[in-house]
């Protein structure tokens, strides 16, 4: 069973900084994609980045210059370092595994509520 938690979020004011952390446990197999996704109130799902095992990186032009991130491949442990932090940032931040070639495979973690407000 391929579980995924993250850890990092909360309350910060505009321009501030936040880290966030997904920890993966159980069996993985092969080389994959981890990501992070965000979904704010009445709005759908977004990518915000994602970083293959080999670490081609990928962000959102919204947060392109802002955001950072990094994966520990033998702590199986994808960060996203989140700098000057804007109100519109403010969101459920989703951490994703997925491996998009045979065996395939699709993990998203319970999310974490990052609110950015003065």
């Known amino acids: 069973q391929v579980q995924l938690v993250e850890s990092g979020g909360g309350l910060v004011q505009p321009g501030g900084s936040l880290r966030l952390s997904c920890a993966v446990s159980?069996?993985?197999?092969?080389?994959?994609?981890m990501g992070w996704y965000r979904q704010a109130p009445g709005k759908q799902r977004e990518l915000v980045a994602t970083?293959?095992?080999?670490?081609?990186?990928n962000y959102a032009d919204s947060v392109k210059g802002r955001f950072a991130i990094s994966r520990d491949n033998a702590k199986n442990t994808v960060y996203l370092q989140m700098n000057s932090l804007k109100p519109e940032d403010t969101a459920v931040y989703y951490c994703?595994?997925?491996?998009?070639?045979?065996?395939?495979?699709?993990?998203w973690g319970q999310g974490t509520q990052v609110t950015v407000s003065s």
């Open positions: 159980g069996s993985i197999f092969g080389s994959n994609t």
């Open positions: 994703n595994l997925q491996r998009t070639y045979l065996p395939r495979y699709n993990y």
């Open positions: 970083i293959a095992s080999g670490g081609n990186t």
